[in-house]
């Protein structure tokens, strides 16, 4: 009976990774597809190549170097004893992200609103499984699941916070550059965090499932892109 419990409870771990993985794979070519088939031609739209490439290499770079400073990886693959250190870290990174994102969305939204849904749509997708990673680096650092359920909203409220503060300051705010910008912190997202995930698959199947899933989040994007023409 312990012996089925157990197996049981090793198929639905199993199966929980498993969606986590897609999720990941989705969200990787959903931040690809927001960055290259609707932020970054908004940008161009407005700015001269040479500043909105300049931008986008800022947006990469700023996360890059948020990343480094932090110690903060959405992939969370972190060692047990690494985790405890790194929690006030981990909601600081969060918050901050969220931030810049929902600056960089709400700008996109002001320029085009069918871009801003679709960016924000690219961001969703992103978020679900990165703030399942955070609540489980949180629980497994010691914190009760409802403690850390509150600090991960509490943290997620700065990206209504960015947001806001791109709507009351849109008549100052250089929103083309924040579009770019936040393109760059896609980019930076989906090539550093998500791609590696999707590409550590161990087996054939998962990998091909994976991509595939990929594939949808990309091809959901340019669609979207295409009927905004």
Same mark, same amino acid.
């Given at each position: 009976?312990?012996?089925g419990?157990?197996?049981?409870g090793?198929?639905?771990? $199993? =199966? *929980?990774?498993?969606?986590?993985?897609? !999720? &990941?794979?989705? %969200? /990787? +070519?959903?931040?690809?597809?927001? @960055?290259?088939?609707?932020?970054?031609?908004?940008?161009?739209?407005?700015?001269?190549?040479?500043?909105?490439?300049?931008?986008?290499?800022?947006?990469?770079s700023?996360?890059?170097?948020?990343?480094?400073?932090?110690?903060?990886?959405?992939?969370?693959?972190?060692?047990?004893?690494?985790?405890?250190?790194?929690?006030?870290?981990?909601?600081?990174?969060?918050?901050?992200?969220n931030?810049? $994102? =929902? *600056?960089?969305?709400?700008?996109?939204? !002001? &320029?085009?609103? %069918? /871009? +801003?849904?679709?960016?924000?749509? @690219?961001?969703?997708?992103?978020?679900?499984?990165?703030?399942?990673?955070?609540?489980?680096?949180?629980?497994?650092?010691?914190?009760?699941?409802?403690?850390?359920?509150?600090?991960?909203?509490?943290?997620?409220?700065t990206?209504?916070?960015?947001?806001?503060?791109a709507?009351?300051?849109?008549?100052?705010?250089?929103?083309?550059?924040?579009?770019?910008?936040?393109?760059?912190?896609?980019?930076?997202?989906?090539?550093?965090?998500?791609?590696?995930? &999707?590409?550590?698959? /161990?087996?054939?199947?998962?990998?091909?499932?994976?991509?595939?899933?990929?594939?949808?989040?990309?091809?959901?994007?340019?669609?979207?892109?295409?009927?905004?023409?």
């Open positions: 009976m312990v012996a419990l157990k197996a049981l090793i198929i639905a771990a $199993g =199966g *929980l990774l498993m969606n986590l993985i897609t !999720l &990941i794979a989705l %969200a /990787a +070519g959903s931040l690809l597809g927001g @960055a290259l088939f609707h932020m970054l031609p908004q940008g161009l739209l407005a700015l001269p190549p040479l500043v909105a490439a300049s931008g986008l290499a800022t947006g990469f700023v996360f890059l170097a948020l990343e480094q400073l932090l110690n903060w990886h959405h992939s969370h693959r972190r060692e047990p004893r690494a985790v405890k250190p790194l929690v006030l870290l981990v909601l600081l990174g969060d918050a901050l992200h931030f810049v $994102g =929902g *600056l960089g969305i709400a700008s996109t939204f !002001l &320029i085009n609103p %069918a /871009a +801003g849904v679709a960016a924000w749509l @690219a961001a969703a997708a992103h978020e679900l499984p990165q703030e399942l990673g955070d609540f489980g680096v949180l629980v497994h650092s010691g914190w009760r699941p409802a403690v850390a359920l509150r600090w991960n909203v509490i943290a997620g409220l990206f209504p916070l960015g947001g806001l503060l709507w009351l300051l849109a008549g100052s705010l250089p929103l083309p550059a924040l579009v770019v910008f936040a393109a760059g912190n896609f980019l930076y997202i989906a090539a550093s965090d998500l791609v590696p995930e &999707i590409k550590a698959q /161990a087996t054939a199947g998962q990998s091909a499932q994976c991509f595939g899933w990929f594939a949808t989040g990309l091809l959901l994007l340019w669609i979207l892109a295409v009927l905004e023409t």
